[in-house]
């Protein structure tokens, strides 16, 4: 718990911890669930009757694109209305980071940008993402948002997400670690992907998609910038990450 910012004791507030090696058991994912029965109102039958109920409300699908086993991550957040994509790099799998980064948003949006942004949010049952209640709730005790969760093992319930994360992978490969990244590396990742034309959206970006339905400059308080499309590259070296090339594997490097 103390490892993975659970409890508000540091690693340092604890004498003996900085002088014994971790245990092999730490290198693994954060794999507990914060509250018992998060799912309760919460399921994707109450996501499908929250919409019926409420037309003009869009869904933003959030996600988690995982680097190394028990390195650093990207929480991911799709508005589906645009194919507009938001990232956010976190330390580990660890529901209190993603419990951060909301309350980071808060406070740059503001909260009439945050609810207006995020009125609802559909994501998966991963436990990196079962502090639900926490995560509705504003610093003030009020509400932010309402949180829902998918079937289990039907990602296809958020399946423009999932297609997203095909771009994602072609400049963050499977297999590469995120450790070395920064945010600012993240969102100039996000924003070539951002500026990538969607036949889906009538040849337009999700950048200008997005700024049509939330108004200029929305774009750019969730750290994302305007590239031209005909600039956009989506290769490891975006990210300043080398590749091996096939003599290097071939001489074992």
């Known amino acids: 718990y103390v490892n993975y910012g659970v409890l508000s004791a540091k690693r340092g507030d604890l004498k003996r911890a900085c002088m014994v090696r971790p245990r092999k058991s730490l290198a693994k ?7 018992t029965g998060c799912y309760v109102n919460r399921t994707y039958k109450d996501y499908l009757a929250y919409i019926n109920a ?31 994509m938001v990232a956010h ?10 419990v951060n980064v909301y309350d980071r948003l808060w406070n740059s949006l503001g909260p009439q940008l945050f609810c207006r942004l995020f009125p609802l949010v559909l994501t998966d049952r ?18 932010r948002t309402r949180i829902f969760y998918c079937d289990p093992m039907n ?7 999932e297609r997203n994360h095909e771009l994602i992978r072609e400049v963050l490969p499977k297999g590469t670690s995120f450790d070395d990244l920064t945010q600012e590396k993240v969102n100039l990742m996000m924003s070539h992907i951002n500026a990538y034309v969607r036949l889906s959206h009538d040849d ?12 200029k400059g929305a774009a750019e308080k969730l750290g994302i910038t305007k590239i ?17 090339t096939l003599l290097d594997s071939i001489r074992g490097k």
């Not at 990602?155 to 997400?161: A, D, F, I, M, V």
């Not at 031209?228 to 091996?244: N, T």
Request: a neutral charge.
């Open 29 to 35: 994912e954060y794999q507990h669930k914060v509250e």
């Open 204 to 215: 337009k970006t999700p950048y200008d998609a997005f700024g049509f339905l939330y108004g």
């Open 228 to 244: 031209d499309p005909k600039q956009v590259c989506l290769k490891p070296s975006l990210a300043g990450i080398v590749m091996p």
């Open 89 to 98: 790099l976190i330390d580990n799998k660890c529901a209190e980071n993603v």
């Open 54 to 84: 409420n037309h003009d409300a869009r869904a933003v699908m959030m996600d988690l694109v995982i680097g190394r086993p028990g390195g650093k991550c990207l929480l991911t957040l799709h508005f589906e209305n645009a194919a507009f």
């Open 155 to 161: 990602s296809n319930q958020k399946s423009r997400l």
């Open 126 to 143: 991963g436990t990196e993402f079962s502090s639900p209640l926490r995560l509705e709730t504003a610093p003030d005790g009020g509400p």
